[in-house]
T-cell receptor
């Protein structure tokens, strides 16, 4: 079975701290994604990557950056955390390259971040 | 920006009844997917319907797609308490390929 693992289920950070959210997948997927989920807003795409060292902005990239040094790992970085970044963060991956449009996404369990 | 929007936002039914959730989207799509999320967990893929398909079945799930109306529906037949979850539709915009856009979801509660 495909496994997408997010390193932390719950984090509490202070305003201004640098935060790393790590995601690892074990199925050699080319594509990886970071979403944030907020009540009433559904999932919003922050960044995605379709290859090592490649990254593309999603719909809400402001305040975030990403790193993909290895195929299996996609990290989300909050350079200076703010209270409005309190949210559930979901990592996902998908196979197929060139990417088959609409390929199934496999999600991790999520990381719930609280910024005080 | 949200591509898909689900309706209703919340739905409460009795066990054994059918549950219907609707999704509308704005732009041309390659396909449409439905996902399920149990409270506090990640999303799990349920079913994918391609833009040239009109109906698809998987177990107790039935999905329809009407590209002329830019809408889809998910029907869960003979619902069970274990179906209690949030359900999301998701689309890959065309052109665009890599971006999968989700709606805000429908919260389904099935009473035993």
């Amino acid at each position: 079975d495909v496994k997408v693992t997010q390193s932390s289920r719950y984090l509490v950070k202070r305003t201004g701290e640098k935060v790393f959210l790590e995601c690892v997948q074990d199925m050699d997927h080319e594509n990886m994604f970071w979403y944030r989920q907020d009540p009433g807003l559904g999932l919003r795409l922050i960044y995605f990557s379709y290859d090592v060292k490649m990254k593309e902005k999603g719909d809400i990239p402001e305040g975030y950056s990403v790193s993909r040094e290895k195929k299996e790992r996609f990290s989300l970085i909050l350079e200076s955390a703010s209270t409005n970044q309190t949210s559930m963060y979901l990592c996902a991956s998908s196979p197929d390259f060139p990417r088959e449009p609409g390929g199934e996404l496999f999600f991790g369990e999520g990381s719930r971040l609280t910024v005080l | 920006s949200q591509q898909g929007e689900e309706d209703p936002q919340a739905l409460s039914i009795q066990e054994g009844e059918n549950a219907t959730m609707n999704c509308s989207y704005k732009t041309s799509i390659n396909n449409l997917q439905w996902y399920r999320q149990n409270s506090g967990r990640g999303l799990v893929h349920l079913i994918l319907i391609r833009s040239n398909e009109r109906e698809k079945h998987s177990g107790r799930l039935r999905v329809t797609l009407d590209t002329s109306k830019k809408s889809s529906s998910l029907l869960i037949t003979a619902s069970r308490a274990a179906d209690t979850a949030s359900y999301f539709c998701a689309t890959d915009v065309n052109p665009g390929g890599f971006k999968t856009i989700f709606g805000a979801g429908t919260r389904l509660f099935v009473k035993a």
